[in-house]
Every structure is written in structure tokens, then in C-alpha cells.
């Protein structure tokens, strides 16, 4: 391993590395196993049904300048817990994780703030992240015209179907130049038209330089898209490399047939 | 080599870490649009649910104001403190601005799960456009206290514009306390269960509706304990401006200046120390 990781220093310059990255939560459970679990434990015990959830147990690899990451794997395997912990939004339990610039995550379902509509979303987001308010109104403009979403983009987004949302929250991101940007499955939910658009941009990213995270169920967009994959499974890591290679385990494991 | 002396060798950084107390100050600083955007855009997409909308900034606080009106003014008509609507109506509008902070910061976090989760930014920012949404709700009541002053035939002075400053040191002492009562709250949400009995009970220990000097006119130990009480301070700078018959003494000001400053400072610290844990989920 470490004769492996000079080797390519010489010639790779690492953008993330994940070294030895934990995760717990710990979670109140409830229910007839949790009771039974918690038996003994007083009323303010601290046992009762708390359960423990190892998510990722101790991960390690780094990912080099130019490279994209496919990750996949079963749900619960602990993908968006380690997009979440690259992203800086989940603090891990041990270890650590650096990076070379401070990570974008794109996520599922987290609409940033339900009540408000979708161009004032578009307007926050961006202070949020620091821009300026002359940055933005430029781009507001740009990003309704990539979502498809100019009738709407008026309307509180609580009112948005998931799969407009997920446009919108793309667009958003995608609007301006990451050097590392994590898409979890955030296209899942998007139409065939805007999946492909929304594909090519990402490899347009990638190919000015930037670094990508891409976490699917569908093996053509990881195909199309990566250059290499890291399969997860219980959080822990089964197999990284290839993707052809990679995929075909994964296919083998699951016993699928298809690339979709 | 380690995984963690080849990262630093490649100048890179651990993501998630909590940025030097400096640093993050200026990162706050740089987003500070975001702030007042959420609090203005929060405060529109509340009032927008609503058929009177806006108008509830100003009906609630007056109906807020009659009813106590009503039941200190007419119920509790003996021994009422001198000039008594226009210093009741001064200490539950500071008062209100203040429970409305404390409140508001503890669920700051809490309540905006869905930004926390998606977007990296200094989360003081949360509790701090939480103040400046009561602020920008207080302001119209401000001008609806001066307004009732004016129907209760009170000398308008010069010294009403010390009102301006006044409102600044409070609001960085609001800032301060929801910056405290942020991280409370996110790291023990039965905070938010136990609040309102706070809240109720300083409203009846800080002298809203009775005057705390006449009430402890015997017991000048007490008396002195309790004028250091912020609420007490503040309220009664204000009423010293506002309301004949009361007047600022200089003490008042020092402690008003320096709780602003010590609960400002302190709530930034605390809440600072706490960065990298919101937004866990457990």
C-alpha cells in the first residue's frame, strides 16, 4: 500500500485522501427489539434504545487530480455517509479526511428552504456560500434556464415534485465551476432529457479539471461518467479500481443482468 | 509516511475543521447578506401563509398590549407603578424583542436542518439572522410603542433618539443570547420544552408590570443583586427615555453597555467552540 501510494505521488498530485474514516450515529431507537434491548436500563439511563450505527468502518483511499469516482453499492451501505463526511457535513467519529478544496455536495431530498420559492433558494444558496448578491442576480437567470423551470420558479419549493427539485438543486450546483463536486444520487429522480443533459455537464466539469464524486444505482451513468469506482458494502470497502472490472463484480454480487 | 503527513505534504486540509476563531469571524462577516436575506425572506414566506400577512407584525403586539392592559391596568388597579400604560407598554415591547431572540436562537438550528445538511457555511450566521428577523419584526412595533406614547400625552424629546443606541446595545446582547441558546439547543433539543416556563417567569420577576425598586424598597441587598438583571436594565433605560417620571442614571448604561459587549463576545465563543458538531445527526 505505501509502496503504491509513493509510486504514484511521483506522478499524481491527491486532491482527497480518506485516512482510517469512521462513522457512528447514535440513533434513539424504538420498537420491540430496542425495549428488549434496553431492558435493565432505568427510565434516564442513557441505554435506552440508543442504538449505535456504525455507518463506514474505517475507510482509506485517496483520489487523485482529474479522476472520477463512481461509488456504488447496496442502500445502507453507507455512500452517503462518506459523501456527507467528504463534504464536511457529517463530523466523523475517527480518522480524517483532507482535501485540496472544500467539497460541493449534491444531495437527495434536503430542500434547502421549503417555504421559500424556488428563485429566492437560488439567491440564498449562493450568499450562503459567499457570493455576491451582483453574482448571483446574473446567474438566477442561467440556472431557471438550465432547471426548465421558468414557469415555476416563482412557487414556494414545498410545492415542487421531487423530480423538479432535484433539477433546480442541480442546476444550482452545476452552475458554476467545482473542483470537487459530489453528486449523490441527485439525478435518480430527474427525466431522461434532463439526466442526459445534466451527464454531459458533469463530464464537462470533469474535463476542465475539476474532480467528481458520482453515487448511482444506474451502472450506465457510472460507466458513462467515471473513470473509476469504489464499491462500499456495510461500510466497508469491497473493491476499487476499474470500472468495468468494478461493475461487474458489483453485477455478479447482486445478480443483476443490465446496466440499469 | 502516513496517510496524514503525505495530505499535508500535498497542501491539503482536513474538510469539516473548525477555522481559526479569526478567520471564521471574517467568513461570517463576508456572508453577512445571507443573514439578512434569510431573515427578510423567513419573515415574507411566514406572513405570506397569513390573510392579513404583514399586518400581524403590528395586530399581535397590539393585541398583546391590550390584553395586558386589560388585566395589570384595570384588574390590578391598586398600587400601580406611575404613568402606568406608557411603562407597561416600554417594558413588554423590550421584553417581547428579547423572549422573541432567545426563542427564535434556540431552534435556529433545529429548524433549518435542511441548510445545514446541504450547504457549508458558518452556522452563526443561523442565530444571528434569527435576531435580525425579530429586529426587522420589532422595528414596526417600535414605531407603534413611540405612536401610543404620544396618545398617552408623553413630553417628546431630543433624548427619544437615545432610543437608537439603545436598541443597538440590545440587540447585540439578543445576539449574544441566541448564539448561546443556539448551540443549547442543538446539542439538547428539551431546551425548547423548558424555554417558555423561562421565559414566563422572567416576565414576571423583571419588573414588566410593577416596579421592581418599589416592590424591594426594604430589602436594598436584593435590589442591588437584581439591577444587574439585563432585562432590568435595558427595560428600565428605556422607560428613563421614553416615559415621564423615570429617569436614566449613568449606572444603567454601564451595565446595559456591558452586558451587551460580555454576552456578544461569550455567545460568539460558545457557540464557535461547537462548529464541527451541528448538523450531526444523533
Known amino acids: ?260 | 509516511m502516513s496517510l496524514a503527513d503525505y495530505a499535508a505534504e500535498h497542501g491539503l486540509k482536513r474538510v469539516g475543521a473548525r477555522p481559526a476563531f479569526v478567520d471564521y469571524l471574517m467568513q461570517a462577516w463576508a456572508r453577512k447578506d445571507f443573514a439578512f436575506g434569510l431573515a427578510k425572506y423567513s419573515n415574507e414566506a411566514a406572513n405570506a401563509k397569513n390573510r392579513l400577512g404583514r399586518w400581524w407584525i403590528i395586530l399581535l403586539p397590539t393585541l398583546q398590549a391590550v390584553v395586558y392592559g386589560l388585566i395589570f391596568g384595570v384588574l390590578m388597579a391598586r398600587d400601580r407603578p406611575e404613568n402606568f400604560i406608557p411603562f407597561l407598554f416600554t417594558g413588554v415591547f423590550l421584553f417581547t424583542f428579547m423572549s422573541g431572540s432567545a426563542t427564535a436562537g434556540a431552534s435556529a438550528m433545529t429548524s433549518n436542518t435542511g441548510l445545514v445538511r446541504s450547504l457549508a457555511f458558518p452556522r452563526v450566521l443561523l442565530p444571528i439572522s434569527a435576531v435580525l428577523r425579530q429586529l426587522l419584526n420589532n422595528l414596526p412595533q417600535l414605531g407603534l410603542l413611540l405612536i401610543t406614547l404620544l396618545i398617552f400625552r408623553q413630553t417628546i424629546g431630543w433624548d427619544w433618539l437615545l432610543m437608537i443606541p439603545v436598541v443597538l446595545l440590545l440587540t447585540s446582547f439578543n445576539f449574544g443570547v441566541a448564539m448561546i441558546m443556539a448551540r443549547i439547543g442543538a446539542q439538547v433539543q428539551d431546551i425548547n420544552k423548558l424555554l417558555p416556563f423561562a421565559v414566563r417567569v422572567l416576565f414576571y420577576t423583571s419588573g414588566i408590570f410593577f416596579s421592581v425598586d418599589r416592590l424591594l424598597v426594604g430589602y436594598p441587598e436584593l435590589l442591588a443583586v437584581l439591577r444587574f438583571n439585563p432585562i432590568y436594565d435595558f427595560i428600565e433605560l428605556a422607560r428613563g427615555l421614553l416615559v415621564d417620571g423615570y429617569a436614566v442614571t449613568p449606572f444603567l448604561w454601564l451595565t446595559a453597555s456591558g452586558w451587551a459587549v460580555l454576552t456578544f463576545v461569550f455567545g460568539v465563543l460558545f457557540f464557535w467552540k461547537a462548529e464541527e458538531r451541528y448538523g450531526r445527526e444523533d
Open chain 1, 1 to 260: 500500500m505505501a509502496a503504491k501510494t509513493k509510486r504514484k505521488a511521483a506522478e499524481l498530485k491527491p486532491v482527497v485522501v480518506v485516512d482510517d474514516a469512521h462513522i457512528t450515529y447514535k440513533v434513539f431507537s424504538s420498537g420491540r427489539r430496542a425495549t428488549r434491548a434496553a431492558a435493565g436500563g432505568g427510565l434516564f439511563s442513557r441505554k435506552m434504545g440508543l442504538r449505535e450505527v456504525h455507518a463506514i468502518k474505517g475507510l482509506s483511499f485517496t483520489i487523485y487530480e482529474g479522476e472520477s469516482v463512481g461509488i456504488i453499492g447496496s442502500n445502507g451501505s453507507g455512500k452517503s455517509s462518506l459523501m456527507r463526511a467528504i463534504a464536511g457535513l457529517t463530523p466523523l467519529s475517527k480518522g480524517a479526511i483532507y482535501s485540496s478544496a472544500r467539497p460541493t455536495l449534491l444531495g437527495v431530498g434536503a430542500v434547502m428552504l421549503p417555504n421559500l420559492s424556488g428563485e429566492k433558494n437560488i439567491i440564498l444558496g449562493g450568499l450562503a456560500l459567499g457570493f455576491s448578491k451582483k453574482q448571483i442576480e446574473a446567474d438566477v437567470e442561467k440556472i431557471t434556464d438550465f432547471a426548465g423551470l421558468q414557469e415555476f420558479i416563482d412557487l414556494p419549493m414545498r410545492t415542487y415534485s421531487s423530480g423538479m427539485s432535484a433539477r433546480l438543486r442541480f442546476s444550482i450546483a452545476a452552475s458554476r465551476d467545482h473542483e470537487i463536486l459530489i453528486v449523490d444520487e441527485a439525478l435518480a429522480v430527474g427525466d431522461m432529457e434532463f439526466r442526459k443533459r445534466s451527464e454531459a455537464r458533469m463530464r464537462e466539469m470533469r474535463d476542465n479539471a475539476g474532480n467528481l464524486f458520482l453515487v448511482s444505482h444506474s451502472m450506465q451513468s457510472i460507466l458513462d461518467t467515471c473513470n473509476r469506482v469504489i464499491w462500499i458494502e456495510k461500510g466497508e470497502l469491497m473493491m476499487d479500481g476499474d470500472p468495468q472490472t468494478v461493475v461487474d463484480a458489483y453485477n455478479k454480487h447482486t445478480g443483476a443482468t443490465t446496466n440499469d
